[in-house]
């Protein structure tokens, strides 16, 4: 495969996208480009310089002097890298926050516009099928039941030590995924050439080797 290609992988939140994006990448040798790390950097960059959840002038500005890139599978927000400092819960929330907001979307979509043209890759977030990569040669919309991906986040949050109950992990991935799919720009959605994947019983491997096959078809794999 040696032409240019893009692979889109949108979900909710748990499905296991980014998993899923970091062995294809590696198996196909392609850039993996994590989409909900850039709201998070921006998110982060909000709560550092003290400005309002809403869109105003100042966030105008500051979208206008930001930069947010990727080298070796780290992220970098204004040539700083911020890759630990994004995966607390204050940034997921900012992260969510920001994300609904017109003026934060249009320049990290352009970002993103941007880095799937100059070579091929795999991207995942919520609107890539739909938005920033509307031409995709490959687009998945990966899934699970909200059970499910509430329980996978619930055991992993248990290894780090958290209290937090399955309830309570439960009712987060709900309001995360209304959040998600009710927004009014660029909401959460299926693209029509999107082809769904139902993680809810399968593993990690069967996924990634469905989009490898997807992709490639089996015998280039070998
Ligand atoms: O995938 P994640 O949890 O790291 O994403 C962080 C937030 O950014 C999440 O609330 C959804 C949002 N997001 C988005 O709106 N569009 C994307 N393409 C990627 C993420």
């Given at each position: 495969?040696?032409?240019?290609?893009?692979?889109?992988?949108d979900g909710p939140?748990?499905?296991?996208?980014?998993?899923?994006?970091?062995?294809?990448?590696?198996?196909?040798?392609?850039?993996?480009?994590?989409?909900?790390?850039?709201?998070?950097?921006?998110?982060?960059?909000?709560?550092?310089?003290?400005?309002?959840?809403?869109?105003?002038?100042?966030?105008?500005?500051?979208?206008?002097?930001?930069?947010?890139?990727?080298?070796?599978g780290r992220v970098?927000?204004?040539?700083?890298?911020?890759?630990?400092?994004?995966?607390?819960?204050?940034?997921?929330?900012?992260?969510?926050?920001?994300?609904?907001?017109?003026?934060?979307?249009?320049?990290?979509?352009?970002?993103?516009?941007?880095?799937?043209?100059?070579?091929?890759?795999?991207?995942?977030?919520?609107?890539?099928?739909?938005?920033?990569?509307?031409?995709?040669?490959?687009?998945?919309?990966?899934?699970?039941?909200?059970?499910?991906?509430?329980?996978?986040?619930?055991?992993?949050?248990?290894?780090?030590?958290?209290?937090?109950?399955?309830?309570?992990?439960?009712?987060?991935?709900?309001?995360?995924?209304?959040?998600?799919?009710?927004?009014?720009?660029?909401?959460?959605?299926?693209?029509?050439?999107?082809?769904?994947?139902d993680s809810t019983?399968?593993?990690?491997?069967?996924?990634?080797?469905?989009?490898?096959?997807?992709?490639?078809?089996?015998?280039?794999?070998?």
């Amino acid at each position: 495969m040696s032409k240019i290609f893009q692979i889109a992988i949108d979900g909710p939140s748990g499905a296991g996208k980014s998993t899923i994006a970091k062995r294809v990448a590696a198996e196909l040798a392609i850039d993996y480009i994590d989409t909900g790390a850039m709201y998070r950097a921006v998110g982060l960059k909000m709560l550092r310089l003290g400005i309002p959840m809403e869109e105003n002038e100042t966030l105008f500005e500051m979208l206008a002097n930001t930069d947010v890139d990727f080298s070796e599978g780290r992220v970098y927000l204004d040539g700083e890298d911020v890759s630990n400092l994004i995966r607390t819960q204050e940034v997921s929330k900012a992260a969510s926050d920001c994300s609904a907001f017109a003026t934060v979307r249009r320049k990290l979509v352009e970002l993103q516009q941007a880095m799937g043209k100059r070579k091929s890759v795999i991207m995942d977030g919520r609107d890539i099928g739909t938005v920033v990569l509307k031409d995709a040669e490959y687009k998945f919309y990966l899934t699970a039941t909200a059970e499910e991906r509430a329980m996978r986040r619930f055991k992993e949050l248990q290894a780090k030590g958290s209290t937090d109950t399955y309830e309570k992990v439960l009712e987060d991935v709900n309001k995360r995924d209304y959040n998600d799919m009710h927004r009014d720009v660029d909401p959460l959605r299926q693209a029509e050439d999107a082809v769904l994947i139902d993680s809810t019983n399968m593993s990690i491997e069967e996924v990634v080797d469905f989009v490898i096959e997807a992709v490639t078809g089996e015998d280039i794999r070998k």
